[in-house]
């Protein structure tokens, strides 16, 4: 009511009459508030003060509360204390650990990173099969003879013939592409087996008397040393069938020594072929006496089959106490037919007895007697210029 009644005051200590200038609405309300202030000081009245904005303030804590210690140190005596900031130990060993963990991941990143080899068969393969895998498909005649069935040239003459059939149905193509674990071969009406045999080598001491092929009944074959490894073939690998083994190269009747048997075609294409370039070693016995000249002519060479042969090397051996007859020592390459024995009858010598004892780098065992024969291992394959 105070406040009320200095506002008429004021009101009235205005003097406004009818023909008085009436003043816009602002400068009159700037009139009535500076009158109410003054009139205010002059009663002595007092507004309160504005009330402060509420703001959030956290509860302060309170005196009496216990201090929080999240550490706990076990001290030089081994009592636990208790702090509330960690030891400088302990800092310095976060300090170390973070420093550590820095440098190493800058380390990786400036290594360069390392390809890694994709796995030629997935995890699954790999593990069903349990790494042994089987060959892509290949050519239906080739699979005939690594079957056993005949030889290339023979599983050929039956492809041709229509006695094969692949699926039900005849194939008269022996370039046809064919796995022998999916497709249904028939040969002769008989079925050919799913897993074909492992591909085998061996080193065979040919005695004198044996030809290199399979043969007419009357004449003994080199592959017939081997009847004892085949007797017990289904006994050792039960399932697989026999492997069809040939001799690499070929040593005639008279001849004695080493000669390669397996059943893997391009093993013996490879080694057998005239880019290969190996070396073939002789130990040729002669009945008589060996002059200089005659060593002569032989290093000279002959024609064999319409071509001029010069053998590598001849080298007349010292003469052994038990060995009455000279040796020459013979290297050729070409490897023909009959081509050392033509190279000594060329030069006006008899030829008592021939050995082979060595191809490319794999020399002939001294150990292995005559009629015997050895398995080969990787490294033996690879003295005979195998390049798998």
């Known amino acids: 009511m105070a406040a ?33 202030s003054s009139a205010t000081t002059e009663l002595g009245a007092k507004f309160a003060a504005p009330k402060p904005k509420s703001k959030s303030h956290k509860p302060a804590p309170r005196e009496d509360s216990e201090p929080y210690i999240p550490w706990t140190f076990n001290d030089e005596s081994g009592d636990v204390t208790l702090k509330t900031t960690p030891s400088e130990r302990f800092l310095r060993a976060v300090v170390n650990e ?53 030889s290339r040239r023979s ?5 041709f013939q229509g006695k094969v059939t692949v699926n039900g149905s005849v194939c008269n193509t022996p370039q046809t592409r064919v796995d022998p674990a999916k497709d249904i071969i028939y040969v002769n009406g ?22 290199c092929s399979a043969g007419e009944k009357e004449t003994k074959s080199a592959l017939s040393l081997f009847d ?5 073939w289904t006994k050792r690998n039960p399932g697989t069938p026999k492997p069809r083994l040939f001799t690499v190269g070929r040593l005639d009747v008279n001849t004695t020594g ?23 070693e002789y130990i040729a016995t002669i009945s008589g006496a060996v002059s200089k000249r005659q060593l002569i002519a ?28 000279a040796r020459l020592r013979i290297v050729v390459h070409e490897g023909r037919n009959h081509e050392v024995r033509e190279l000594v009858k060329n030069a006006g010598l008899q030829m008592h007895s021939l050995k082979r004892v060595r191809i490319g780098a794999f020399r002939l065992p001294t150990d292995l007697a005559l009629g015997k024969h050895q398995e080969l291992n990787a490294a033996s394959l690879r003295a005979l210029g195998w390049k798998t």
């Open 190 to 211: 008989g079925r050919l087996a799913k897993r074909l045999p492992p591909k085998v080598y061996f080193a065979l001491n040919k005695p004198k008397g044996y030809i």
């Open 155 to 159: 599983s050929e003459e039956l492809i």
């Open 298 to 325: 032989i290093s000279e060479g002959t024609v064999v089959e319409g071509v001029h042969c010069t053998p590598d090397l001849v080298e007349l051996l010292p003469r052994q106490p038990d060995i009455p007859r």
């Open 98 to 150: 973070s420093t550590q963990r820095k440098k190493k991941n800058e380390e990786n990143k400036a290594k360069p990173g390392v390809p890694t080899a994709e796995p030629k068969y997935s995890k699954a393969a790999r593990r069903f099969y349990n790494e042994r895998f089987r060959e892509p498909p290949q050519r239906l005649a080739k699979v005939l003879a690594a079957a056993g069935v005949a």
């Open 228 to 232: 004892d490894f085949m007797k017990t």
């Open 258 to 280: 080493l000669i390669i048997v397996t059943n893997d075609g391009e093993f013996a294409n490879q080694i057998s072929h005239p880019s290969s370039n190996l070396s073939k």
């Open 4 to 36: 009320i009644a200095a506002a008429a005051a004021a009101f009235s200590t205005l003097n406004l009459s009818r023909t008085s200038v009436i003043l816009p609405r602002c400068h009159l309300r700037r009139a009535i508030t500076s009158s109410l």
